[in-house]
């Protein structure tokens, strides 16, 4: 049952309006604002690993250059997300605790290894590409901060999409064994990437309430088609397949239909059981363990600085 204050907060919602930092909001909306936008924030952090771990080995200055403006951008769109989350009143270091804790999730597609450079372009294509599809709604989310920082964010992941697209055109015009390795890549990326929008509509606890707050525009099952329907135009014209059997166009609806996804694989990613759960976090343990000293010297410098202001 809704008090009166919550009756008014919907209305406002109905009505398109904005929710800025400073106004009054249920509880239960903050919550579930800290959750997502954090687990967004940790997703773009962690997000940096994968491929972070082919910039030394990148095969020409010019794909290196690029992998690393693309890594940058990354922790980029991961401050501006834990800046939008403190807006709702957690701290830096309670999100980070957090995620080292393994109380706070992080995408599921992080958890898988890249084995050969094509994974580098299977990522930009589909992993960036499912993250724009699921992003470019979060524009318009009813939260301010959330949806402003989104805006920058999809700017840039255009571009990260398309350079992972056009690497792999370059393998698929290669040898035949650089389009096995793109082959391969899709083969080990496709359906991990399809459960980046989230369990089934009929699995997902956050949606119907998120949609209400129009936190969330379109179901997770909605995205997800609508990336299959974008994606498989773009795998014939590379010249790859795409593994799965079911996958047919379905003049009726209008969409593709595609095979079952195996969600058991999915929520023992989420459990921490993935290929590489454990080490994500080791690393980005280790990560922040060794940035402390130059997280003091920067307080210590700016306690000094805001002293000497006030002599
Ligand atoms: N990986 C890990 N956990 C996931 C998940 C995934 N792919 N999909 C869903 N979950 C979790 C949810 O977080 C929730 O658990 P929680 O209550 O502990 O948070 C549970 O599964 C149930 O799922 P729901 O559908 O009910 O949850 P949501 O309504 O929150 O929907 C979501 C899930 C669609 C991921 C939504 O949280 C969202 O839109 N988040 C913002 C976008 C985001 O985080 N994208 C991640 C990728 S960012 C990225 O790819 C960076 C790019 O630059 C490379």
Redesign the pocket.
């Known amino acids: 049952e809704l008090d009166a204050a919550e009756v008014r907060f919907q209305k406002r919602i109905d009505d398109g309006i904005r929710v800025e930092p400073q106004d009054w909001m249920p509880d239960r909306y903050r919550k579930?604002l800290i959750?997502?936008i954090s687990?967004?924030a940790h997703?773009?952090i962690v997000?940096q690993l994968p491929e972070g771990n082919w910039i030394t080995r990148a095969p020409s200055l010019k794909r290196k250059a690029i992998l690393l403006a693309k890594v940058q951008?990354?922790a980029g769109?991961g401050l501006y997300l834990y800046s939008a989350a403190e807006t709702l009143g957690i701290s830096r270091d309670q999100m980070v605790d957090d995620l080292h804790s393994g109380k706070a999730?992080?995408?599921?597609?992080f958890n898988y290894p890249t084995l050969t450079w094509a994974d580098v372009g299977a990522?930009g294509w589909l992993?960036?590409g499912?993250?724009i599809m699921?992003?470019i709604p979060?524009c318009r989310c009813s939260y301010g901060p959330y949806s402003r920082a989104m805006i920058r964010?999809c700017k840039e992941?255009a571009f990260?999409m398309r350079q992972g697209y056009d690497m792999l055109m370059s393998l698929c015009r290669g040898t035949p064994e650089q389009k096995q390795m793109a082959q391969d890549a899709l083969n080990r990326w496709w359906w991990p990437s399809l459960?980046?929008?989230?369990?089934p509509d009929a699995?997902?606890?956050?949606?119907e309430q998120?949609k209400q707050w129009k936190i969330?525009l379109f179901t997770?099952d909605e995205?997800r088609q609508k990336m299959v329907d974008q994606t498989v135009p773009q795998a014939e014209y590379l010249g790859l397949t795409i593994p799965d059997a079911d996958l047919k166009w379905n003049a009726e609806r209008g969409h593709y239909d595609y095979g079952a996804i195996d969600w058991e694989e999915?929520y023992n990613?989420?459990k921490g059981n993935g290929p590489c759960n454990r080490e994500r976090i080791a690393t980005r343990k280790k990560a922040w363990d060794d940035g402390e000293w130059f997280r003091e010297a920067l307080v210590a410098h700016a306690d000094k600085k805001s002293k000497s202001k006030l002599q």
């Open positions: 579930t959750r997502q687990q967004h997703s773009e997000g951008d990354e769109h999730k992080y995408s599921s597609i990522i992993v960036d499912s993250a699921n992003q979060l964010v992941e990260h459960m980046m929008f989230g369990p699995d997902s606890v956050h949606s998120s969330k997770n995205l999915f990613v989420v």
